[in-house]
């Protein structure tokens, strides 16, 4: 960290004017900040934290540092359908961490809170001797009784996803530098959807009231569809065919397709996968049509538990890890 100014000079340096003087943050000049109770609502809470060297690379970017950090946040608060309020950044930097590193991971985090209409209203910074070490709570407000939830799927309900999938696990092959022979454009696009994720807020919020379990592509589409089974006790059938790809996935899948188990299990693409009953495909093709983002049905909630995904002919994929796992 900079040893040019103290912890509270840093804080009112980079992080109050984050707050956009918001009159809960009290101006970072105290040890916790106030949230409002509106009548009538309710408040969501999520956490993630980000590691160096496990959630993102030394050599990223503090602009990608800053925005994946966030917008992982937001992703939690868009499955629940909420919009995003504000959040607390909690900072464990390392000594190499320089002011320049710091001034463009402010801004980039400035960025994001005017797109997705949030502020910072506290935190912590402390120095580390490990890597840097981010953890981000993010507050969110939706209308009280209307969340939504993994719990609810039910046999006969339709299984859709948003965007594309895959995208995140061939960004990363091509940072590490594992995967070649995609176009610049291609490559781009693959690498950004790794480095900074699109929070599917208004799709979220649009879900309300249709879908009946929803979560968002963290630890893989596998897993995290398995999450929703498993609390319904039911299972799914996913399509291999009417997974969406986007153009440089399908071109990497034509190069090598033994990738494709990769697409289904890494995670990281942080859209939305939910069930909703099939008469509410029209619905849902006008929310596609409003927000701007894909929907794509995928397969079908069916009694017998497990996510089993099947080929073209009808038979099973083996998927031998079904997503990430810390532990």
């Known amino acids: 960290m900079p040893r040019s100014v103290n912890e509270f000079g840093l804080i009112s340096k980079y992080f109050t004017p984050l707050t956009n003087a918001c009159a809960g943050a009290l101006g970072l000049t105290d040890d916790a900040a106030l949230v409002s109770h ?19 690379r ?27 309020v504000s959040y607390l950044l909690a900072l464990a930097a390392p000594a190499g961490i320089t002011e320049t590193w710091l001034e463009r991971f402010v801004a980039q985090l400035a960025l994001d809170q005017k797109t997705y209409q949030l502020n910072l209203i506290g935190g912590d910074t402390v120095m580390t001797p490990g890597p840097l070490t981010l953890s981000i709570t993010a507050l969110g407000r939706i ?4 969340a939504l939830t993994r719990a609810g799927a039910k046999a006969g309900d339709r299984i859709f996803v948003s965007g594309n999938i895959g995208d995140a696990s061939l960004g990363l092959k091509l940072l590490r530098g594992e995967l070649e022979s995609l176009t610049k454009t291609q490559a781009t696009g693959l690498k950004t959807r790794f480095l900074r994720p ?35 006790r039911v299972g799914a059938q996913l399509n291999v065919s009417s997974i969406p790809l986007s153009t440089g996935a399908r071109a990497a899948l034509d190069m090598a397709p033994d990738l494709l188990p990769n697409f289904l299990s890494f995670g990281d693409d942080y859209e939305l996968v939910f069930t909703a009953p099939a008469a509410a495909r029209d619905a849902l093709a006008r929310i596609a049509s409003s927000t701007g983002v894909m929907i794509t ?10 996510v089993v995904v099947l080929d073209t002919d009808g038979s099973e994929i083996r998927i031998q890890k079904a997503g990430y796992q810390h532990f």
Do not use: W
């Not at 209308?143 to 209307?146: D, E, H, L, S, T």
């Not at 979220?204 to 589409?221: C, E, P, R, Y």
């Not at 049905?297 to 497990?306: A, F, L, N, Q, R």
């Open 38 to 56: 509106e009548p009538g609502y309710e408040i969501v809470v999520t956490c993630d934290a980000l590691v160096c060297g496990v959630h993102f």
């Open 58 to 84: 030394s050599e990223d970017e503090p602009e990608d540092v800053a925005a994946r950090a966030l917008r992982v946040n937001l992703s939690d608060l868009a499955a629940m359908g909420s919009r995003p």
């Open 143 to 146: 209308p009280k009784g209307q």
């Open 198 to 232: 699109e929070p599917r807020i208004a799709l979220g919020q649009a879900l309300i009231g249709i879908a009946h379990a929803v979560t968002d592509v963290s630890d893989g589409l596998v897993a995290d569809l398995g999450h929703i089974c498993a609390l319904a």
């Open 297 to 306: 049905e995928i397969g079908e909630v069916v009694d017998t538990p497990g």
